[in-house]
């Protein structure tokens, strides 16, 4: 299907390069225009001995693969037909020129309404590799998610060996509740989540769970070849290792960057992470698991510790045979995950900024606020009769009921304000000497705040991991751009001692913050508009861990965000 998909692509972009010959073109629009029809529908599935309505695309589960080139204009018409409210966010892609196309709710367009319809446009400007697309509404991301697979121009090899066939692996979680009713709930209680239910890869939980023994994906594999996996993490609240038994994986792309080839046993990816494995089928003939299990960082969260399991088949392995079991690391191993990171180098000497305009010093992680309810034994069931909270800076992010980008651009006023700190407005010891007398001065202060940025400016912002409930991994993902990860560690962050790569450090859209540490990234703000910057575990989202970058126009149309599009939603 891989394969026969990449015809296609070639074939179309030929065509479309022959009806565009003489067409005037007009920057960023791509030689090649593609178009999508998305239908929002609830499906119903039975998984894990029980039946239950999941809201879908197209009735697919996982949802359809958008299939692109880079350069290529991407059309996509969403139209809900659920009573739910829905948005589709294009993970990873930048989005250029196009922010009122970028799809989180609240920050830069208003939820499509039941029986509404909107169409994103949107060029991918510069960019291939592996992205994925998925509701930003609610808690709707657990179902409502698929890959978006942007291939090279015509004629442009990938820098490695082509391999033998390609393949997407999607890592999700499932609930047998329904998650927009589960996501109230756990607001509602000022508590933490459940765990899922199950891990699924490509929508299948896997022979370790009830009622699945035949719910399982497969890849056959021929003996000798090599082969690509495009592993995305499209999980909810969970970041989760992934292994094949008894095989080396050698990563070639990161977020959709190619990076130096790093051979390593396991991965680990945070929701909203990509990476490009290469593995090669140089084992005995027979049945291997390919395996995800969970990375959980924090202290005392339960979690769902059953790893999905899929099958790396050999073809002429004997049927129905046992599959060898891959080893994962332990659920709290740190060191694999730092081992991961320390080898991930763009592939060539990239362009860092040297010279910063602006230094931002984030915080993030949880708090713990008083309750304030009449019912606390239903209301405030976070640690010491608290309620549950998270923050930048400590401040909690309110979404407000019009969009930030619309209300910027049309000079609303009173729907947000422009004074998020650039740092804490308290400096201590963010991991070891947090305040944790909870909940006495773990508060947070609410507001929606963003921070502005002249166009062109060199931005570098490091993010401190804190300890205030328990230090965490946080994957943090910046709409709108990617960014050089020149430099991460343990502890607080300490100019005079940190070590930043400023030749070759990996070009990201989601960064994982280290559990009790620290990490820098920079970028140039090319790109005008409204950015949501957040954690991308959902609850942490839910509860506030986010904040918006609002970055200025700059001289000419090509420097300026053009007006809204006709048919943008209306809250």
Not at 20 to 38: E, I, L, Q, V
Not at 306 to 333: C, E, M, R, W
Not at 453 to 474: A, L, P, R
Not at 475 to 480: F, M, N, Q, S, Y
Request: a neutral charge.
């Amino acid at each position: 299907m891989a394969n026969l998909a990449i015809l296609f692509l070639l074939f179309s972009s030929l065509v479309s390069s022959l009806h565009a010959a003489n067409a005037k073109k007009h920057w960023p629009a791509g030689g090649s225009t593609r178009f999508y029809d998305f239908k929002v529908q609830t499906l119903r599935v039975t998984k894990l001995c029980n039946t239950k309505d999941i809201v879908t695309i197209n009735n697919m589960f996982p949802g359809p693969v958008v299939y692109a080139q880079e350069d290529d204009r991407i059309i996509v018409k969403v139209t809900n037909e659920t009573p739910h409210n829905v948005t589709i966010h294009w993970h990873g892609v930048r989005q250029r020129l196009s922010c009122w196309f970028d799809g989180p709710s609240y920050i830069t367009q208003c939820p499509i309404q039941a029986g509404q319809s909107f169409t994103y446009e949107f060029t991918l400007v510069k960019q291939k590799g592996t992205f994925f697309w998925h509701a930003h509404v609610s808690w709707l991301r657990a179902t409502v998610y698929g890959a978006l697979i942007v291939y090279p121009k015509t004629g442009v090899p990938y820098p490695f060996k082509y391999p033998y066939e390609e393949h997407i692996v999607i890592l999700g979680e499932y609930w047998l509740k329904d998650v927009v009713q589960l996501e109230k709930q756990v607001l509602a209680s000022g508590g933490g989540p459940p765990p899922a239910d199950a891990f699924t890869i490509n929508g299948h939980p896997g022979p370790k769970y009830n009622c699945s023994s035949n719910d399982v994906y497969k890849i056959d594999v021929v003996p000798g070849k090599t082969y690509m996996l495009r592993v995305i993490n499209a999980g909810l609240n969970m970041e989760n290792f992934f292994a094949i038994a008894n095989h080396k994986m050698t990563i070639v792309e990161a977020d959709a960057e190619y990076t130096k080839p790093f051979t390593t046993d396991r991965v680990m990816l945070g929701p909203g992470q990509t990476i490009n494995v290469l593995v090669t089928a140089d084992q005995p003939i027979g049945k291997y698991s390919m395996a995800m299990g969970p990375y959980m960082s924090a202290q005392n969260i339960p979690f769902q510790n059953i790893s999905s399991v899929a099958h790396f088949n050999y073809l002429g392995a004997v049927p129905n045979s046992i599959s060898l079991q891959a080893k994962l690391p332990t659920f709290n191993d740190n060191l694999a995950v730092k081992t991961v990171m320390d080898g991930l180098r763009s592939l060539n000497q990239v362009n860092v900024p040297k010279e910063i305009d602006m230094t931002f010093f984030v915080t993030v992680g949880l708090n713990v606020n008083k309750c304030k309810s009449k019912t606390p034994q239903q209301n405030c069931q976070g640690p010491n009769n608290g309620t549950f909270a998270a923050s930048m800076n400590n401040f909690t992010f309110v979404k407000p009921p019009i969009s930030v980008l619309e209300a910027y651009y049309k000079n609303i006023e009173g729907q947000f304000t422009e004074d998020f700190p650039g740092a804490p407005l308290q400096f201590y010891d963010f991991v070891n000497g947090a305040p944790n007398n909870a909940p006495n001065n773990t508060q947070a202060l609410n507001g929606t705040r963003t921070k502005v940025i002249e166009y062109g400016s060199k931005v570098q912002i490091i993010f401190q991991d804190t300890g205030t409930v328990s230090t965490e991994n946080h994957p943090i993902h910046l709409h709108g751009y990617s960014f050089y990860v020149v430099g991460f560690g343990n502890g607080n962050f300490n100019p005079q001692t940190a070590n930043f790569n400023l030749v070759d450090p990996p070009y990201m859209n989601t960064i994982g913050v280290p559990v009790g540490g620290w990490a820098a990234i920079r970028f140039v703000a090319d790109n005008p508009g409204v950015w949501f910057m957040h954690c991308h575990l959902d609850v942490h989202q839910s509860w506030g861990l986010s904040a918006v970058l609002i970055v200025k126009n700059g001289v000419g149309e090509l420097e300026t965000l053009p007006h809204p599009p006709a048919d943008l939603p209306r809250c």
